[in-house]
């Protein structure tokens, strides 16, 4: 090392140096070297300084008010059905050709069937009882006289059709009324079928006030008969009365919980018995309740036009409570230890203050909204997604983030401006705790802002940037801690690539290897609904009456518009014929012909059965053509022939399922099993290319033949969804590359961005796929660690995955652009590690521990999708906290090595040796005169 005979300081008495220049707007850009950056939050501080008072009372007195008003009613607003097919999708085309045919339908499968189930407690029959067969017959004519006034006045013709085995049994159709009773006679169905207005906004009125007057009418029924109802639109309601209950319990427990973390984190384990403790608290609550309401009023206004699905605002919590409260802790962090040497005589506390405060928004704000744009970016992308309701997410996601940001460079400077700034602090000032300064390494402040300004401004690829000239090397002899014990153990070219090796055998790579098993294409909406709900239970209840593949039936549509062909012909029956055969049991065609899809017999085993009824089958009982067409002839005449009750349902029959113009009709088909599960899917699909491989060759004589129902809008919904989803995957990986790229000035720090955040992922998803695809901690018997099926929710991932590149992101921001202060502060590769990780550490995993209570409380919720996301995070955050964090980026930067940590940015050699890091014991013997140590 060469020498120098400048005259020298110590990084303290540097520090000194640039701490006692009395801070002022014009002189602020002095101070650090560099206007820019510096001016920038000097220019922000004189504005909060000036308007503090204004800008929390107007937040006080008129945000939090009426952002209250719109985050009671958000709820109300949340909707997460399918409100239209995928464009171009089999149900878009599909529900196209209905519609023409079908105008005014009431089997609309974006409105679907709201059932009414009666269980009698007694041992006779129900059907004998007085009260379900009044109710069952007066149904109807109650809900068509309620329904005639709308909720704004309007009034309108309501169309609403209820079935029931006695609406049948008083036309003597025992034939349709019996599939509506149990076989023990102890349960029965009303099914309630409706159209609904064409406006989204008279739609979600429509809806609430026809199941409120159901509710009604069936509100008091007496104690021998036991009343369930359920449905899709049952199911979204009890999913929308979970949200409120997951809110409260954040605000009532999830949030306590957090504020004591950050005063603990920031004054240290014995403050309890201090007022700053007390104190501080404040801070982090009024920028929750700020971002809150911001988002609030923003999304409140947004779902009056946009769908907003039920977990959006759980999810938005979720990040208000982690993300937000992380923000304010960093923020906080660097004004603590700007302040830990206040009672200096050189300037008065409060122009200390404003510096510390500058520094903060300088050093914390730069990190606070780097990190936020990044997680904007990483939230954004999901509106690239094809379907609404996950569009929302991203959405609410990404202005919850935005809110945060804003909130927090807004409230925490302004409160830090009153007395609070100085409450907060500890009762001896120049001995402030441990845990709000760099916790063992000596204020490099000075030496940060002369050189760190420069350094970090410089763009990505640079030349034009020359290193500052070497100082005398200088050793920094730390307090002992956790962390720094650690960085010794791991930062050492051996013992780093031992490190690695170790964590990657013994758990990153076994969960990464578990996480190539996922599998997440499951549409159940018991994934969704809460265990408890009573839609749920009345949806088992609906199971005694025969499957459930009558809540959401398929309709299968034969058209011969196109061949100009009507269904009144021995030749449609023909193609109806073979069509109910390729149904009900798909691909066992006796043309020859096998499909891809049926040639396992492992899968043709697994299908459900299927019953389909419609005028060429009644009940998997084929319908001749010849007796459908004397059955026609018998409008209006009375014969013995025409008496026949099978001859009387399949007019009845005729006339609901065929078209006004004779050219198409539609087929019903049930599954025995659950139409949004794996083997309906399975069914769906082979059924789909069946058709298409027997359309192609002819055998459907130019029939048109399509698919709808809500299951199959549902997997056209996953299929499209997942296969975009490696794309918007892609994007987000790009886009986090790009902008740590030029934020950082270097293209390595994101490429091991991308690497540790494949680590947390990969073991994240993996340790998941163990829960909740192997049964893993089915042993425990907690309801929110059990398996319910053999895959994950479909939704989970999607919904996770950003937010997971989010948290994951945030942390590595703070950690690195803290070693890269260090680095430019003229500490050498291995000490700014050593030194960042120290200084750190303790508020990255304060953070983390918040940020895993806040998503870890929603596995207390009782849907198993939330179940799900919830422990997807919180192993995430614990992961990248404990393991990614602390061992694998200090050990990647360590593998690197100085000279290609920062490629291509040139950064000087360093001066500074932390002790116990790069060789420094060597140094201290033969440096002479040159060295200075600072204790």
Known sequence: MEEHSEPTTTIAERSEVSRHVPLTEENAGQISNQPSPYSTAAVWNTWIQKYHKIILVAIVLFLWPFGFVAFKGLSSKTDSSFRKPIPNSPSAMAQVALERKFPNSLQDPLNPSIFVVLHGTTNTSIVQNPYVQNQSLAFQAYLLSAMAEQPNGNSTAAKIQVVSYFSFLQRNLTLLARPLLSSDEQTTLLQVQYTIPTSEIKKTAYTKKLMENIDAFFKNPPESVLVYITGLKYFSNDLRMTTKQDLKR???????????????????????????????????????VTTVSTWSLITSAMADHVQITQFTPSIMMSLTLGMG????????????????????????????????????????????????????????????????????????????????????????????????????????????????????????????????????????????????????????????????????????????????????????????????????????????????????????????????????????????????????????????????????????????????????????????????????????????????????????????????????????????????????????????????????????????????????????????????????????????????????????????????????????????????????????????????????????????????DPELCWLVPIMSFSIMVGLALDYDVFLVTRILEYRCSGYKHESSIAAGLDSTGGIITAAGIIMAVSFGSLLSSPSPALNQWSFLLTTCVLIDTFVVRTMVVPALMAIVGAKHAWYPRKLEVGHVFLDGFDDSANFSFTLGESQSTVE
């Not at 427990?253 to 309890?272: E, H, M, N, Q, Y």
């Not at 923020?331 to 409060?350: H, P, T």
């Not at 005028?615 to 319908?623: D, E, F, L, T, Y």
């Open 325 to 788: 409260i992380d923000y304010t802790l960093f923020l906080l962090a660097r004004y603590l230890e700007k302040r830990q040497n206040d009672e200096s005589a050189s300037v008065s506390r409060f122009e200390y203050k404003s510096l510390a405060i500058v520094d903060m928004l300088q050093h914390g704000g730069m990190v606070v909204v780097v990190s936020g744009c990044t997680l904007l970016c990483t939230f954004l992308g999901l509106i690239g997604l094809p379907l609404v309701m996950l569009q929302s997410v991203g959405i609410g996601a990404a202005i919850t983030i935005a809110s945060a940001i804003l909130a927090n460079l807004l409230v925490v400077p302004s409160l830090l401006y009153t007395p609070l700034g100085d409450l907060i602090l500890p009762a001896s000032v120049a001995a402030a705790p441990a845990a709000c300064q760099s916790p063992s390494i000596p204020d490099a402040s000075g030496d940060e802002q002369e050189s760190e300004s420069n350094a970090l401004t410089q763009p990505l690829l640079s030349d034009d940037f020359v290193p500052e000239s070497s100082h005398n090397l200088q050793i920094v002899r730390p307090r002992e801690s956790v962390w720094l014990w650690l960085s010794q153990k791991i930062l050492h070219p051996y013992r780093s690539v031992i490190c690695l090796l170790l964590l990657s055998q013994f758990l990153l790579s076994p969960l990464a290897w578990n996480a190539m098993r996922l599998k997440s294409t499951d549409t159940s909406f018991e994934a969704l609904i809460p265990s408890d709900a009573p839609s749920l239970l009345a949806y088992r209840q609906l199971l005694k009456l025969g499957g459930p593949g009558g809540v959401a039936p398929f309709r299968i549509l034969i058209d011969g518009t196109s061949n100009n062909a009507t269904i009144d012909s021995n030749n449609a029956f023909d193609v109806m014929h073979q069509l109910i055969g390729e149904l009900r049991h798909p691909g066992n065609s006796t043309n020859g012909h096998s499909s891809s899809l049926s040639s396992s017999s492992d899968v043709s085993h697994s299908l459900p059965v299927a019953t389909v009824s419609g005028i060429a089958v009644i009940r998997n009982v084929p319908i001749p053509y010849a007796f459908y067409a004397a059955a026609k002839r018998c409008s209006g005449k009375r014969s013995s022939f025409c008496n026949l009750e099978v001859v009387r349902a399949l007019n009845v029959i005729d006339e609901s399922m065929t078209s006004n113009d004779r050219m198409a009709t539609c087929l019903t088909v049930e599954l025995s099993e659950n139409p949004f599960a794996d083997p309906a899917m399975k069914w769906l699909d082979l059924v789909r290319e069946r058709i298409e491989l027997l359309q192609r060759e002819g055998s459907f004589q130019n029939f048109d033949i399509y698919i709808e129902g809500t299951a199959a809008i549902a997997h056209d919904v996953v299929t499209a969804v997942y296969s975009i989803f490696p794309w918007i995957i892609g994007i987000t990986i790009a886009v986090v590359f790009v902008l740590l790229g030029l934020f950082f000035g270097s293209i390595v720090p994101p490429l091991r961005s991308v690497v540790s955040i494949t680590c947390t992922l990969s073991a994240s998803f993996g340790f998941a796929v163990l829960v909740y695809q192997d049964g893993l901690l089915n042993a425990t018997h907690i309801r929110s660690f059990v398996a319910l």
């Open 250 to 288: 954040m605000d009532m427990i999830v949030l306590p919980l957090a504020l004591i973390l950050v005063g603990t984190a920031l004054l240290g384990r014995k403050s309890f018995i201090s007022k700053g403790f007390y104190c501080i608290w404040i801070i982090p609550l009024c920028g929750m």
